[in-house]
């Protein structure tokens, strides 16, 4: 296992890329394989996809006791852990000229494989798990920030857990979405630069702009939590209901239900068609790449945990899925259910998966004992309308251009692919209200 490292430029957020011998070093808001380096020694970085070496030595100097108390006031316990080590690029004139005066990076650790073999992954799959699109320390900020919420409303979450400990098992239930018991204008893309790091994870996006063959993509929803309680429920609520089996996002949900925009009734949808249809009009028929799913795990996803059940290779499939798979309880490996499987991965990682596949959250299936944590995203291209109406993708926009400390420590980079992908229109642009605030608060 290779110990892989991104570089990044302080000064504009881009990537360290080596190209063709023609090209050398340059920098990339995204990357490939010629963006991955790794150590050798202390001073020497090598390309590890093209063997080019470049010398670095360190500069700056890190967070001191009191700087790092503010930037944990700030942001949640742990953000000062955050704050990489810089360093400076030195040495051959030559091979440093195309980056002009910018030579200073800071380290993100990289996935443990190269860009391409996650998209052959994706190609010949359909999924692929990314390893490292958190860190531990951006994993720790994170829950921090949501479990501060979660105290805050506590007397609330004890109703929704009231509640759920009434019914049986169902899929999607027996989950506790902290978003929920968030007051209005509260949003926790506001709280820490965490989640617009993750989000905007470099790879990531490379692999999603080439699977689905697109360069202009969005997050069609506000990134949501969810908490998976424990399967601890006795007496007639331990029963498991049928069904749960569903495609995302924009494709047909199931044989009954013609799309995610079924509660909100058929103006809706006729939007979300006539987004897609002028390039596709056969799009229902699960043909072409038009969703991805990006979860990542906050805590370990086993089948002790109750990771998200499958049926892989069905985003191949002709239709949604079909009635008998949500005609009786889940049972893996039996009847309808025989090709199921869940998926193990560590908190950190990222499950990329196309929207069409059949998937069923199942919690029935944490016996753990403890909660499983998830952060769930969306992507689709730009020019298919997203799910505003039906979450706080707007409201959540809103809060994010007041966050002036979070905006200023995020890359010029990340600022840009937020308001791109989190802060867009309902044409798929950047709000021009969201920009202008942005730029005013960094001006001041």
């Given amino acids: 296992m290779h110990d892989y490292?991104?570089?990044?430029?302080?000064?504009?957020?881009?990537?360290?890329?080596?190209?063709?011998?023609?090209?050398?070093?340059?920098?990339?808001?995204?990357?490939?394989?010629?963006?991955?380096?790794?150590?050798?020694?202390?001073?020497?970085?090598?390309?590890?996809?093209?063997?080019?070496?470049?010398?670095?030595?360190?500069?700056?100097?890190?967070?001191?006791?009191?700087?790092?108390?503010?930037?944990?006031?700030?942001?949640?316990?742990?953000?000062?852990?955050?704050?990489?080590?810089?360093?400076?690029?030195?040495?051959?004139?030559?091979?440093?000229?195309?980056?002009?005066?910018?030579?200073?990076?800071?380290?993100?650790?990289?996935?443990?494989?190269?860009?391409?073999?996650?998209?052959?992954?994706?190609?010949?799959?359909?999924?692929?798990?990314?390893?490292?699109?958190?860190?531990?320390?951006?994993?720790?900020?994170?829950?921090?920030?949501?479990?501060?919420?979660?105290?805050?409303?506590?007397?609330?979450?004890?109703?929704?857990?009231?509640?759920?400990?009434?019914?049986?098992?169902?899929?999607?239930?027996?989950?506790?979405?902290?978003?929920?018991?968030?007051?209005?204008?509260?949003?926790?893309?506001?709280?820490?630069?965490?989640?617009?790091q993750a989000l905007m994870h470099p790879v990531s996006l490379w692999l999603i702009e080439s699977y689905l063959g697109v360069d202009d993509i969005h997050y069609c929803q506000c990134p949501g939590f969810s908490i998976l309680r424990p399967a601890e429920k006795t007496g007639e609520s331990a029963r498991v209901m049928p069904g749960g089996w569903h495609a995302d996002y924009p494709y047909p949900l199931t044989s009954e239900t013609e799309a995610h925009t079924y509660r909100l009734g058929p103006e809706e949808f006729e939007k979300l068609d006539a987004s897609i249809s002028p390039r596709f009009p056969d799009w229902k028929r699960r043909k072409h790449r038009l969703g991805m799913q990006f979860n990542i795990a906050l805590t370990d996803f086993t089948p002790e945990t109750g990771a998200t059940q499958f049926v892989l290779g069905s985003h191949e499939f002709d239709t949604p899925p079909p009635t008998e798979l949500n005609a009786v309880p889940t049972v893996a490996g039996e009847g309808p259910h025989k090709d199921v499987v869940q998926m193990s991965f560590p908190a950190g990682s990222g499950i990329l998966y196309d929207s069409r596949t059949y998937h069923r959250a199942p919690p029935e299936l944490n016996i753990s004992g403890k909660e499983r944590w998830a952060m769930l995203t969306c992507i689709v291209p730009s020019f298919v309308r997203d799910l505003r109406a039906r979450d706080d993708k707007v409201e959540s926009a809103d809060a994010f251009a007041n966050a002036t400390d979070v905006h200023a420590a995020l890359t010029p980079r990340e600022l840009r692919d937020v308001l791109k992908m989190l802060c867009d229109d309902e044409a798929g642009q950047p709000r021009r209200d969201i920009e202008t605030a942005v730029a005013a608060a960094l001006q001041r």
């Fill in 5 to 196: 490292i991104l570089l990044v430029s302080e000064s504009t957020g881009l990537h360290l890329c080596d190209g063709t011998k023609e090209s050398g070093l340059g920098l990339r808001p995204h990357c490939d394989d010629n963006f991955v380096w790794e150590w050798e020694g202390d001073s020497s970085l090598r390309n590890a996809a093209t063997g080019a070496r470049v010398r670095a030595e360190q500069c700056g100097e890190r967070p001191g006791p009191k700087q790092a108390a503010e930037i944990d006031a700030r942001f949640g316990a742990g953000a000062s852990l955050l704050v990489s080590q810089k360093y400076r690029l030195v040495g051959d004139s030559q091979q440093l000229s195309g980056l002009a005066d910018q030579l200073v990076f800071s380290t993100r650790p990289a996935p443990a494989r190269l860009p391409s073999a996650y998209l052959a992954d994706l190609e010949k799959q359909g999924w692929t798990v990314v390893e490292n699109v958190m860190s531990p320390a951006m994993v720790s900020n994170l829950t921090a920030n949501i479990n501060a919420v979660r105290e805050k409303n506590a007397e609330k979450e004890a109703r929704v857990k009231a509640d759920q400990d009434s019914r049986p098992y169902s899929s999607n239930d027996n989950v506790i979405r902290p978003r929920s018991l968030m007051g209005e204008g509260e949003s926790f893309l506001g709280m820490t630069p965490t989640i617009t």
